[in-house]
T-cell receptor, first 113, second 116 residues
Framework: DAGVTQSPTHLIKTRGQQVTLRCSPK?????VSWYQQALGQGPQFIFQ???????QRGNFPDRFSGHQFPNYSSELNVNALLLGDSALYLC????????????FGPGTRLTVT | AQKITQTQPGMFVQEKEAVTLDCTYD???????LFWYKQPSSGEMIFLIY??????QNATEGRYSLNFQKARKSANLVISASQLGDSAMYFC?????????????FGKGNQVVVIP
């Protein structure tokens, strides 16, 4: 049973560019959440997708957008990259309406130069 | 306002000894959940233990136990019989509201280094 997978593993972009990160949830999970983890900090909630819609959003600008596909996989898009967007981006999947823990993927390390 | 507070500096622990990691939280909700995750240098967040706000018993998962003191709003993690593989960052997190809300708020983490 594959866990949460994310691609790519590492990414280097230039300021002002756009980036797309991808996530496949754990089998049987229908909810995908995205978190940003800056160096030396805990993860910060970006947004959550359920039934192909954004269900919740954290305190992140509109430059951060996402999508969920019918197979529950998800994308995180960041436009007009800033140096401060450099971070580890974690995807987590869970089953909506249960107390089950969120399972996290290995993350995508984004470096903006 | 910070919802999860983890203030301990990095810790060195002797192998086979127990270690306690402190976590305090702030919420006005009656229904919430508390989690501990381990993050090794590889970056992946690994779930360790969960405590629901209505759970009367402290949660235990193998060598991990959660010392839940609701009135003090603390949820300390105890790792017994530390192993070298326990060296990692440890994050306390909280889910506010009922199960339908899976949004987590994380603390800044505790660094643990286990020495032989």
């Amino acid at each position: 049973d594959a866990g949460v997978t994310q691609s790519p593993t590492h990414l280097i972009k230039t300021r002002g560019q756009q980036v797309t990160l991808r996530c496949s949830p754990k089998s049987g999970h229908d909810t995908v959440s995205w978190y940003q983890q800056a160096l030396g900090q805990g993860p910060q909630f970006i947004f959550q997708y359920y039934e192909e819609e954004e269900r919740q959003r954290g305190n992140f600008p509109d430059r951060f957008s996402g999508h969920q596909f019918p197979n529950y996989s998800s994308e995180l898009n960041v436009n007009a990259l800033l140096l401060g967007d450099s971070a580890l981006y974690l995807c987590a999947s869970s089953v909506s309406g249960t107390k089950y823990e969120q399972y996290f993927g290995p993350g995508t390390r984004l470096t903006v130069t | 306002a910070q919802k999860i507070t983890q203030t301990q500096p990095g810790m060195f622990v002797q192998e086979k000894e127990a270690v306690t990691l402190d976590c305090t939280y702030d919420t006005s909700d009656q229904s919430y959940g508390l989690f501990w995750y381990k993050q090794p240098s590889s970056g992946e967040m690994i779930f360790l233990i969960y405590q629901g706000s209505y759970d009367e018993q402290n949660a235990t998962e193998g060598r991990y136990s959660l010392n839940f003191q609701k009135a003090r709003k603390s949820a300390n993690l105890v790792i017994s019989a530390s192993q070298l593989g326990d060296s990692a960052m440890y994050f306390c997190a909280m889910r506010e509201g009922p199960y339908g809300n899976n949004r987590l708020a994380f603390g800044k983490g505790n660094q643990v280094v286990v020495i032989p």
